[in-house]
């Protein structure tokens, strides 16, 4: 028997006031309605919202459904496909074509030997926030550092250029600039990127993007797969570092739970990544009519997967809107699933461990330096959801 079918005309922009890590109120009554509805596409297109664990999950996995941009039914126009190299945009084979190269160099086991430099980076940006003093901004003075020094380190990114690089990547992935600026910032990214390529190539160097040289990827090819990988492993992290240290600050009893248990960390990430879910919705388009839910989903219609309804879903996790860090339930959905699963997934675990580790141990009395309703939220029309700023301050 299908579920009743819940309609929604369009997603929210702004999360409930005094509800800054729960899904927006319209998200999270259309999952109480039922796992799946109907949407409305900004472009006035009609599609589907999923909002259930079982669903989105089963999407990410199934072949039928495309992640390919230029299938996307979402506006009155065509989209263009994605250029070459962005593979999170595409299917096989192109997109293996593109991730092949890349696995090898993201496996646990490697991303586990770069845990003494993400630990060196972090005691510097801890030392300096000691220097510094309270009260400071948590989001330039620590969660933006540490992932961007080591996604450019993997890349080859050279050191004088990466607060410059951080600002461009910064700016087209707020969600708040306008289209002229965001343009700006992702034309000089692009042209920075592409000399880097060529740099690389002339002078190869100890990191991924040299080793990728050695490959039969164009130079455009590298210049793509190169602007996800900084995006996805600077943007993400980052957010997930300055709006958990956010939670946990919310959340006294789990902040001493962790303090009091430092092994309690790997839990805690797990649980950091359910609960927040910052990257919050992926699309895909239907390649064939597919029965899902109890409703047919034509083929060319594009449905919209919201993953921070499908990690809070009841039918899932017991409890799902609590933030518990010894939640025993995992298989959570942050990194995506199927074909497309985060490849960098076990970086972004292990420089959270980490820093949030090393935070809480450094300043036992770290809390908000402003009332909790002060601090600074990324607009839903953010790729990725977190915080402007955390003013955090500790007793000297």
Known sequence: MSESLHTVTTLPTERRP????????????????????????PGGIPGWLITGYDLVRSVLADPRFSSRRE???????????APPGEFLLMDDPQHGRYRKPLVGKFT????????????????????????TGPPTDLVTAFAKPIPTIIICELLGVPYEDRASFQEQ????????????????????????????????????????LS????????????????????????????????????????????LAALRADPALAD?????????????????????????????????????LLSYNTANRDPERFTDPHALDLGRQEGGHLAFGHGTHLCLGQQLARIEMRVALTALLHRFPTLRLAVPPEEVGLRPETADIYGVKTLPVTWDV
């Open 18 to 41: 005094g509800c800054p890590f729960d899904p927006p109120a319209e998200l999270a009554e259309a999952r109480r309605h039922g796992p799946i509805s109907r949407y409305t596409h």
């Open 71 to 81: 299938l996307m039914n979402v506006v009155d126009f065509e989209l263009p496909p």
């Open 108 to 131: 646990a086991r490697r991303m586990r030997l770069l845990t003494e430099r993400i630990e060196q980076i972090t005691t510097e940006r801890l030392d300096a926030m000691e220097e």
């Open 169 to 208: 990547i910064d700016t087209f992935m707020n969600g708040e600039v306008s289209e002229e600026v965001l343009t700006t910032a992702y034309t000089a990214t692009q042209e920075y990127l592409s000399q880097l390529v060529l740099a690389k190539r002339a002078e190869p160097t100890d990191d991924v």
């Open 211 to 254: 080793d990728l040289t050695d490959s039969d990827l164009s130079d455009e090819e590298l210049q793509g797969i190169s602007l996800i990988l900084l995006a996805a492993g600077f943007d993400t992290t980052a957010n997930m570092l300055s709006l958990g240290t956010f939670a946990l600050l919310q959340h006294p009893a789990q």
């Open 267 to 303: 839990q805690a990430v797990e649980e950091l990544l359910r609960y927040l879910s910052v990257a919050k919705s992926f699309m895909r388009t239907a390649l064939v009519d597919v029965e899902i839910g109890g409703h047919t989903i034509e083929a060319g219609t594009t449905v």
